[in-house]
């Protein structure tokens, strides 16, 4: 995760038709990097992030690269690099360079000629960079106190100024007298910056209002800007897709590339993700991480599908699609400018759908996990006649068209795997009897005991079967007995379908039971 920009005034953005030509690497192909940080989970916006990288990549013969920046020691945690990688490894989006995962797991190592591709293993090789632009004299030593810039910020505040730093370490001969150096800092130039960015097009930037910025706190410590700049040209980035919260530090990456001599890559800043109200989502909710839907049961197809639309829609009106659809539709070209608002209600459709449209079997193998997780895994109807990989199947089969996650298909067929507990009195429709209730589920009983046991894979023969009752009764008074028996709930697919799944022997056990209640 990349560290936030600061907003700036200095800004003219005029749309341009076309970007600016992008350099290439050594070998001419296009290399793009996402480049997480392991101080929390992996955010949906940063899977976002990596897709639109990842399509881009794959759609032009190229390179995504996967670096880790992990300069913040305090909070990067290995198991939160764990975490980034499988996450990105459940969406599909396999990386070319960078961190691996071994096969029990753990983090294995590196893959690529750029290497290493953890900020935290390159130190020595900013040092030398920082070294370069102290000895050209275009970086600094600052010696200002924490307590000296913030004498500076208020005077500037009480000229009417924007705060920035004034220069003050710039031209010093010599180190103050029982000074310690503070940080390093660039000499920024009083230069004017223009890009071309592929969403937003031509922006220019005034540098002259930016201040001499920070680049390290010591030549073993630098920070994001700086280490971005060095970490981009040695591993040959050609285009740098991220989100707009970054727009306003390209101009001082730019400078810096200028400093060092090094080439620019080509930018594409996407819209920031918005809560429904419009706010900007924040990376530090647990409920926005990638794992939270991972194990709420949406399915990986279904979270590509919707992070994919976040910002960008294919011509055709096409709402819902697989990675392949995207591959050969994806164009960097249609991302939006402004930003994308983040609706549930649509993921959750989105995972529906998907799930409607896997094959059942496919489908039933990626709800295993969560019967197992709901304590159902491998119960099976009293008889034991039944497959236990047949059964979850027409239990998936029942629930997907209802559901909107593997854990709601989980939960609700609950029922179908252990006979449910209930009060007797919920048996009986409206205000009929026990008398009638129990009634209506003898005759249901007989109508279906004189089924073939295969007859109870299809819906139509299980209802033929009790019309006679339902004619004679009411369709009510014979099927809420019925529903109740099966499930032991007031709301639930009709009974035919639940024997459907259940089969004839579970069935009619359930049905005595409910009968003897009534006795």
Not at 147 to 154: N, S, T, Y
Not at 335 to 340: E, L, M, N, P, S
Not at 437 to 456: G, K, M, V
Not at 477 to 502: F, K, N
């Amino acid at each position: 995760m990349e560290a936030p920009a600061s907003s700036s005034s200095s800004v003219h953005i005029q749309i341009a038709p076309e970007p600016d030509p992008a350099p290439s690497s050594s070998n001419g192909r296009v290399r793009v990097r996402i480049a997480p940080s392991p101080t929390g989970p992996l955010h949906i916006g940063t899977a976002r992030t990596a897709l639109f990288n990842w399509l881009f990549a794959r759609q032009h013969g190229g390179m995504f690269v996967l670096r880790v920046e992990d300069t913040d020691k305090a909070r990067s945690k290995k198991e939160y690099e764990k975490a980034l990688l499988e996450g990105l490894s459940w969406l599909g989006l396999d990386w070319d360079e960078g961190p691996t995962l071994a096969r029990d797991g753990t983090l294995g190592p590196d893959k690529g000629p750029y290497g290493p591709y953890r900020q935290s293993e390159r130190t020595a090789i900013y040092r030398t960079y920082l070294e370069h632009l102290l000895t050209k004299g275009e970086a600094y030593y600052c010696y200002c106190t924490k307590e000296d810039l913030e004498a500076q910020r208020q005077a500037m505040l009480d000229a009417g100024l924007a705060p920035r730093y004034n220069g003050h370490c710039r031209t010093l001969m010599a180190p103050p007298p029982g000074r310690e150096p503070q940080v390093i800092r660039f000499k920024v130039p009083h230069d004017t910056v223009t890009f071309t960015d592929m969403i937003h097009g031509k922006a220019t930037f005034d540098a002259a209002l930016f201040g001499d910025q920070v680049i390290a706190k010591d030549l073993d410590t630098p920070l994001y800007n700086f280490a971005v700049v060095v970490d981009d040209a040695l591993m040959e980035i050609t285009h740098v897709i991220r989100g707009d919260d970054h727009f306003s530090n390209t101009p001082k990456q730019i400078l810096l590339q200028r400093a060092l001599g090094f080439p620019t890559p080509h930018y594409a800043h996407l819209p920031l993700i918005l809560n429904p109200d419009r706010s900007k989502m924040s990376k530090r909710f647990a409920d926005v991480a990638l794992a939270n839907y991972r194990d709420r049961g949406y399915l990986p197809e279904a979270i590509v599908n919707f992070i994919g639309l976040l910002g960008w829609h294919p011509k055709e009106d096409h709402e819902m699609f697989d990675r392949a659809f995207a591959l050969a539709h994806f164009d960097i070209g249609r991302v939006q400018k402004t930003g994308a608002i983040f609706n549930e209600e649509k993921l959750d459709w989105l995972n529906r759908e998907h799930m409607r449209a896997m094959p059942l079997a496919a489908l039933a193998a990626k709800a295993r996990p969560f019967f197992r997780a709901a304590g159902i895994a491998s119960a099976a109807p009293s008889s034991g006649s039944d497959d236990d990989d047949s059964m979850l199947e027409r239990a998936v089969a029942l629930q997907r068209g209802r559901a909107h996650t593997l854990v709601e298909i989980a939960t609700a067929s609950a029922f179908l795997f252990v006979s449910p507990a209930y009060d007797a009195s919920l048996l009986c429709w409206k205000d009929s009897s026990r008398d009638d209730a129990r009634t209506a589920l003898e005759d249901a009983r007989t109508a279906l005991e004189a089924l073939p046991s295969d007859a109870f894979a299809s819906r139509d023969e299980i209802l033929n079967a009790l019309t006679p009752a339902i004619d004679a009764r009411g369709r009510g008074a014979v099927l809420w007995p019925l529903r109740v028996a099966l499930s032991g709930q007031r709301t639930s697919p009709d009974p035919m379908e639940i024997m459907e799944v259940l089969r004839k022997d579970e069935s009619l056990a359930r049905i005595k039971s409910a009968i003897g209640k009534l006795a």
